[in-house]
Nanobody, 121 residues
Framework: QVRLVESGGGLVQAGGSLRLSCVAS????????MGWFRQAPGKQRELDAT???????NYADSVKGRFTISRDNAKNTVYLQMTSLKPEDTAVYYC???????????????WGQGTQVTVSS
């Protein structure tokens, strides 16, 4: 199996910054796209940013210019640097990775357990 573990969430004041990390572990052959999603109370999960294995990034309009996604392929880790945080960024943030396993050579999406980010006004 594959396990994704997020870290770095917390409470921050508006205008502040946080850096989220997500490490993938298990019998991993390769990881294709990795991404960060958020889910606020009462709302659907929505995409914030994705990054391909070659480093091509994509951002939701709401976070462009404020959030930066990056990855370390050698460490199977994806990061989300969040700056100029707003109260509306408050949500549980989830990591997603499209992984090819050693025992299952079909690319499959995996999710982390989520990390809470709370931005106070």
């Amino acid at each position: 199996q594959v396990r994704l573990v997020e870290s770095g969430g917390g409470l921050v004041q508006a205008g502040g910054s946080l850096r989220l990390s997500c490490v993938a572990s298990g019998r991993i052959i390769s990881i294709n796209a990795m991404g960060w999603f958020r889910q606020a109370p009462g709302k659907q999960r929505e995409l914030d940013a994705t990054i391909t294995s070659s480093g091509i990034t994509n951002y939701a309009d709401s976070v462009k210019g404020r959030f930066t996604i990056s990855r370390d392929n050698a460490k199977n880790t994806v990061y989300l640097q969040m700056t100029s945080l707003k109260p509306e960024d408050t949500a549980v943030y989830y990591c997603n990775s499209n992984v090819v396993r050693a025992d299952w050579r079909v690319a499959t999406d995996y999710w982390g357990q989520g990390t809470q980010v709370t931005v106070s006004s």
